[in-house]
Structures are given as structure tokens and as C-alpha cells.
């Protein structure tokens, strides 16, 4: 078993940053992927961004060159560091990783508006 803790959700203006955490109960470093998915209201979950154990990233076009992840295997948490924030950026944030089986968070919430 694995349990997901995703913090760092807030009401940001265009243009701004976040660092979105997602901190595992448990050793991170043989997950074989780590993700972060968004749903926006209405919509369909997104995969945003992967990064698998090898340290090999995978991005959504619409967030390319905006936003980072990251994994930090001795505090057993990934990370997704978002700027120059766009509207349509508005979603819930979900933490995603998958060892045997596929696990996720409970969501963050990340607001961008003016």
C-alpha cells in the first residue's frame, strides 16, 4: 500500500508560480512511474507530467517549457514546479505512481485567475 499526500494548491494570478508536493508514505526509488494528472471541471483527467525511475520526463504540449517535475528519493516525494500560469491551467492536481499496481492522490486544487 501506498498513501499520497498532494499540498501546495492555491488561487494564483496569470503569469505566477506554484510548487505543487506529493509525498509518499513510503521509499519512492523503485516506483517505476511518477506523474501528475489534472482534471478540470467538465473535463477529462490529463496526464501533465511523468518522470519514471530512470529520471526520464515526459510532458503535455500545453505545458512544456512552462512546468518541471521532479523526484526527491530521500524525502519520498515528487514535486511539480508550474509557472507562468495560465487560466486554463485551472484544475485539481493529482498525484499518480505506479509499482505493482497504480495508486492516487487526493487532489490539489490550483485556481488561476485575476
Known amino acids: 500500500q501506498v498513501q499520497l499526500a498532494e499540498s501546495g494548491g492555491d488561487l494564483v494570478q496569470p503569469g505566477g508560480s506554484l510548487r505543487l508536493s506529493c509525498a509518499a508514505s513510503r521509499s519512492i526509488f523503485n516506483f517505476l512511474v511518477m506523474a501528475w494528472y489534472r482534471q478540470a471541471p467538465g473535463e477529462q483527467r490529463e496526464l501533465v507530467a511523468r518522470?519514471?525511475?530512470?529520471?526520464?520526463?515526459t510532458y503535455a504540449d500545453s505545458v512544456k517549457g512552462r512546468f518541471t517535475i521532479s523526484r526527491d528519493n530521500a524525502k519520498n516525494t515528487i514535486y511539480l514546479q508550474m509557472n507562468n500560469l495560465k487560466p486554463e491551467d485551472t484544475a485539481v492536481y493529482y498525484c499518480?505512481?505506479?509499482?505493482?499496481?497504480?495508486?492516487w492522490g487526493q487532489g490539489t486544487q490550483v485556481t488561476v485567475s485575476a
Open positions: 518522470i519514471t525511475s530512470g529520471g526520464i520526463t
Open positions: 499518480y505512481v505506479a509499482t505493482s499496481r497504480a495508486y
